[in-house]
C-alpha cells in the first residue's frame, strides 16, 4: 500500500473529501484536506464514518475505497468492505451465506484485480445497491 489515504462523504454538500495526511494525537485521528477543512475522530465524535484505500487500483487505473461499488469480470456488482482484517467483497449478497473474499488472501489476487471496475460508491450512487449480485 502506498500510503494510508481516507475519504469522508459529506452529507450536507453531497461530495466526498479525500485525505491523504493525518495524525494520531491524543487517541484521537485528525485528517487534514487543506489547513482550513480537518476532521477529527476519537470515538465520541459524530463524524460520518471513514473510507479507507484498500491499496489497489482497478482495471483502468482508479484507486478503490472501502464504500466503492465495482464489476468483477464476471459482470456481477459488489461493494468493497473492511472484514476481519481486510478488504475483499462477498461471493453472493446475501451475507449470512456467503463467503468474503479477501484481496489479500486470494490466490488468483492479480486475475481479480485486473477485472475489477469501479462504478461508483454506496454515497454517490446509491441506485447501484440494487444491482449487487
Known amino acids: 500500500m502506498d500510503r494510508f489515504k481516507f ?76 472484514f476481519q482484517g481486510g478488504f475483499g467483497f462477498w461471493i453472493t449478497s446475501e451475507k449470512e451465506f456467503g463467503d468474503f473474499v479477501g484481496f489479500s488472501g486470494h490466490r488468483d489476487l492479480d486475475f481479480v484485480m485486473d477485472g475489477i471496475e469501479v462504478i461508483g460508491n454506496i454515497n454517490e450512487n446509491p441506485e447501484l445497491l440494487e444491482m449487487l449480485g
Request: glycine letters at 6%; one cysteine or more.
Open 7 to 82: 475519504r469522508v462523504w459529506d452529507e450536507e454538500a453531497e461530495c466526498l473529501h479525500y485525505y491523504s495526511e493525518f495524525e494520531v494525537f491524543d487517541n484521537a485521528l485528525i485528517l487534514y484536506m487543506t489547513e482550513s477543512k480537518t476532521m477529527h475522530y476519537d470515538g465520541e465524535s459524530q463524524n460520518p464514518p471513514l473510507e479507507q484505500y484498500t491499496g489497489f487500483k482497478d482495471k483502468t487505473g482508479k484507486r478503490i475505497y472501502e464504500g466503492d461499488i465495482v464489476k468483477m469480470p464476471s459482470r456481477r456488482v459488489k461493494t468493497i468492505e473492511w
